[in-house]
Each structure stands twice: as C-alpha cells, then as structure tokens.
C-alpha cells in the first residue's frame, strides 16, 4: 500500500531533550515536507527535501532539523525542544512531476 | 515571499446550499494552487487543484476558478452534504518546481442538516 509514515504518531516530552520524528514513504517521490498545524495558523511549512541530500528552509524554519540520506526518509530532528514547539506535524511528499502531496497520519507533540 | 489569505475562517450552510471560500496570494510566480479537505482527526487530503493556465475547473459538485489579474481563487461546493463539513485549505506554490508552498489559514465549513 503507497503510503507516508511517522512515528511516534503522539509524543510528550521535557524542554530541552532532543527527539526525532520519523517519516517514510514508499513511492518513490522526490519531494518531502514537514509541516507543522497550529490552530488558527493552518499549515505552515517547516523544511522541504528536492532529493536525496538537498534540502531548504519553509518558512518556519528555526529550532528544527533535518537530513535526507535515502530517499524514503526525512526526520525532522528537534535539538532543544521548547513549549512553543508543541503542535502537530505532518510529513508529506510528492513526486516530481506532479503537484498533489500525500501527507502521513501526523505527530502531535507535546513540549512541557 | 509568498502570503495567502483565505476567508472566511468559519462558515455554516444548510446542507443543500452553495459554499464559497476565497483566498488570495501575493507572488505572481505561484501558479498552482491545491485545496485540501481536512476533517477531524484527520490528514489533510486533496480535492481539487488548478493550474494557473486555466480560469475554472470542475470535478462533479467540488469546482476552484483562478483570477490570475487579481491573484485570487476560489472553491466552490454545490448541493452540500454534511460530510462536506470539515476543515479546508487552499494553497499557492510553483508546479514542478521547488517545493515551498504556502496555505491559507483554513475555514472550518459546517453544513447543517
């Protein structure tokens, strides 16, 4: 089944302990988001992947991480979490040439 | 950069009746524009989507035009259903492109039945 994953779907945590977010996908697309949902904020985008090894700045770039080494994977890596971090993440992707992005479960994160 | 905004953020019809939800983006090299249905709990989803060489496009009761002048879109739902009610977004980004997008805000549609 052509799907995105993430783990752990629901997470609480201290400030200032890293964590990381998984998230795969098993389509073959080049192009991976992590989105992060406030209410009244919509969805705003936190990293973005072109490909394996390339990567760039959403606009809510600041206090998160990622990498992308294989193409099915891009973690978003949490350094020092602090409370203005808790929110629910999406991880999405999307092949090249197309525009429709297929989002994963969500996480939702709690920062105490 | 990019800024959409989309309006209203909530909105009540009597199931049967039309629903609009509008936005507006600022970059004139955006030129697709998703809308995604969200409902509760849930993922988003995409709906419908239009590229900024057409002016309207329509899938059975969902249909979005695209003012490109005035760097606006909109969705349209006829004939609502109470499973319409959910959450929707609209969003502005480059086709094929790099992957930065940018999304409204959301309206949180009910229908009533």
């Known amino acids: 089944e052509a799907q995105v994953t993430q783990n752990p779907r629901y997470l609480i945590t201290v400030t200032g302990k890293k964590l990381t977010v998984t998230c795969s996908q098993n389509m073959n697309h080049e192009y991976m988001s992590w989105y992060r949902q406030d209410p009244g904020l919509g969805l705003r985008q936190i990293y973005y992947s072109m490909n394996v090894e390339v990567t760039d700045k959403g606009d809510v770039p600041e206090g998160y991480k990622v990498s992308r080494k294989e193409k099915r994977n891009f973690p978003l890596i949490l350094e020092s979490p602090s409370p203005n971090q808790t929110s629910l993440y999406f991880c999405?992707?999307?092949?090249?040439?197309?525009?429709?992005?297929?989002f994963g479960p969500g996480t939702r994160l709690t920062v105490t | 950069g990019e800024n959409v905004e989309q309006h209203p953020s909530t909105l009540s019809v009597q199931e049967g009746d039309s629903a609009v939800i509008k936005c507006t983006y600022s970059d004139s090299a955006s030129n697709y524009f998703p809308w995604y249905k969200q409902e509760l709990g849930k993922r988003p989803q995409l709906i419908i989507d239009?590229?900024?060489?057409?002016g309207e496009k329509k899938d059975q009761r969902i249909a979005v035009t695209l003012n490109k002048t005035a760097k606006h879109f909109s969705l349209h739902i006829t004939e609502t259903q109470p499973e319409d009610s959910a959450v929707y977004f609209c969003a502005a980004s480059i086709y094929r492109g790099y992957q930065k997008v940018t999304f409204g805000t959301g309206t949180k549609l009910q229908v009533i039945p």
């Open positions: 239009i590229r900024s060489n057409v």
């Open positions: 999405a992707s999307r092949p090249q040439g197309a525009g429709e992005q297929y």
